[in-house]
């Protein structure tokens, strides 16, 4: 793109229209309060996240935890595969190449993909009747968030983050509530599920669809044309989705192959730091999303500091997390799950290396995403899902949980050394 782009670029709300510098201090502004909004409902619903595996290792056997965790691990990939991580290609589309219908549209078909996947893998008993009970209502609550974050990607384009952040705290916190009621008051945690999904499903509809039509038509009819360019716009990062997500279940499916439910169970505890990780480093990356969107394309040593200053922080994190852990993980494993989870401390110190790595290629993530390098950031994702399947095989079967998580860890470094290594010489040939 033309460098020229920069002149029409539009302002934001309240920017001083009468000086670069007076901009720059605006966007800067603008760019700390969207990372701030999605950085507390982030931490809130990562916590809400959380909140559900401890009240499931303390209400239910560490078998029934697996249950859940395995649910994860099979409705996840399918759903992000066949999702194009519509929501991050929404907020770096500047400039308005797609309709938000045309969105909705291919996240709706999506969705009836995904939940004819899932239903065939219950019904050819891919896994147990036991794992089958709590995987249909996760996978339904799992499509409802999808169909959420579509709702997202457009409030962020259109820089309304404070209804992200408040509709998604929401999400978590009601969410959280109806299934750890349901199991505390003698629910199965199928059963839980299934109140899980229901909240959700009624936040959708009541929150999230009202809140995206007040900013643009949330329906029209589909243009075969213009959805099959979206799909072919989009498919890498649908495939980078379902590689990162099979990345993370990898572990759980070689430890219900080689330990059973319960191993499943206790990684699924010791592993919750992963997706908490990534929710923060989501906020830090959507944040950032639209101004790498228009710095990559107008002022290429703009996107390179950006990424930088994204990049360092996500070391930060790395570092401190990894302190944290060797220092506090037994104590906090005890108090968190009980006595027999903190056993798995060397488990839990390579996962929050990884979960710490991970916040790094979060980062990456969206940058290569802003910059359209799709096939490259899928390139990065196998490779790190062919690193973590090999090694996690390979230790497996001596070590356990410490193997898989081994595993996980070196996935992490390697793509986080070839995904910086690629925005960097991004930055210099622009």
Known sequence: MSRGAAAREPAFAGEDAHGPAAVAVS????????????????VLYSGCQWGAVVALAKLAP?????????ALAVSNPVILLTGFSLKAYQSTDVRGRYRFPDYVNLRLGANVVAGAIIGVIAIIGVVGAAEVAVLIPIAVAKLSDATSETCYGLAQKHDRMRFVALSKTARGAIGLAALVAVVALGGTVAQ???????????????????????LEPVLGRPDPRVIWRLVRDTAPLGVVAGAEAMTQSLPRYLLQLTEGATSVGYYTAVSAVVPALSQLAGALGNGAAPSLGWTVSTDARRFRGLVVRLVGAGVFASVALALGAAVLGRWFLTLAYGADYAAFQGTFLLVSVAAGVGVINIVTYFALVAARRLWLLLTIECLGLVVTGAVAAALVRSYGLGGVATGVALGAAVMAVFGVTALLREGRGR
């Open 192 to 214: 839980g599920a299934w109140a899980l999904a229901t909240t959700w499903i009624v936040l959708l509809l009541t929150v999230d669809f009202r809140g995206a039509r007040a």
């Open 27 to 42: 966007r800067r502004r603008r760019l700390a309060s969207n990372v701030l909004w999605l950085l507390t409902s982030n």
């Open 62 to 70: 560490p078998a029934s935890l697996g249950y859940f965790g395995l």
